[in-house]
């Protein structure tokens, strides 16, 4: 099993342009979501999803839209990027009722100019 | 919305000695506390974690102890290791759908 996949790892944006951040998983997750991690300020839930076609808004969802067409992946699009979305983010994704845990993909470190 | 707060930011020991790491939190229908370890340039990982049900909770050299009355929760590593050096970030949640984690805590075991 690969995990949780989180493409691209890298990504420089210019103020006003659109992305879009792609999170598989293979282990069959119905839970997935999006943290930014920025230094000082651990980790913050943009969106989550409970399951396929179901989304909702966490800590800091502004700027910031998702859906969840399969149970696989969880793609997060940033229609006009700002400089204060220059973060890391990490999809992460558990199975309710199993255990708790939130697998975490390697992260992906997006800069807006 | 729930706030966590982390203490120290950051902690530097002795080989050998314990540490001891500090959340509070303020929603009190919280009912789960993980904790995840963070190398630098890697992923966060589950280390341990408490449910509100139980007052503490040991697995080898790591204990978590949770203190539901004055709303705070901490993680105790004994016998450190220079492996033990990352960041440590507590959460809370209530839901298991929203967590909310604290700001982090590096720490750096001296050999």
């Known amino acids: 099993n690969a995990g949780v996949t989180q493409t691209p790892k890298f990504q420089v944006l210019k103020t006003g342009q659109s992305m879009t951040l792609q999170c598989a998983q293979d282990?069959?997750?119905?839970?997935m979501s999006w943290y930014r991690q920025d230094p000082g300020m651990g980790l913050r839930l943009i969106h989550y999803?409970?399951?396929?076609?179901?989304?909702d808004q966490g800590e800091v969802p502004n700027g910031y839209n998702v859906s969840r067409s399969t149970t696989e992946d969880f793609p997060l699009r940033l229609l006009s990027a700002a400089p204060s979305q220059t973060s890391v983010y990490f999809c992460?994704?558990?199975?309710?009722?199993?255990?708790?845990?939130?697998?975490f993909g390697e992260g992906s470190r997006l800069t807006v100019l | 919305g729930e706030n966590v707060e982390q203490h120290p930011s950051t902690l530097s020991v002795q080989e050998g000695d314990s540490a001891v790491i500090k959340c509070t939190y303020s929603?009190?229908?919280?009912?789960?506390f993980p904790w995840y370890k963070q190398e630098l340039g890697k992923r966060p990982q589950l280390i341990i974690d408490?449910?509100?049900?139980?007052g503490e909770k040991k697995d080898q050299r790591i204990a978590v102890t949770l203190n539901k009355t004055a709303k705070h929760f901490s993680l105790h590593i004994t016998e450190t290791q220079p492996e033990d050096s990352a960041v440590y970030f507590c959460?809370?949640?209530?839901?298991?759908?929203?967590?909310?984690f604290g700001s982090g805590t590096k720490l750096n075991v001296k050999p």
């Open positions: 408490i449910r509100s049900n139980v």
């Open positions: 282990m069959n997750h119905e839970y």
């Open positions: 959460a809370a949640s209530r839901n298991f759908n929203k967590f909310y």
């Open positions: 999803s409970v399951g396929a076609g179901i989304t």
């Open positions: 992460a994704s558990k199975q309710p009722g199993q255990s708790e845990e939130l697998f």
């Open positions: 929603d009190s229908a919280s009912n789960y």
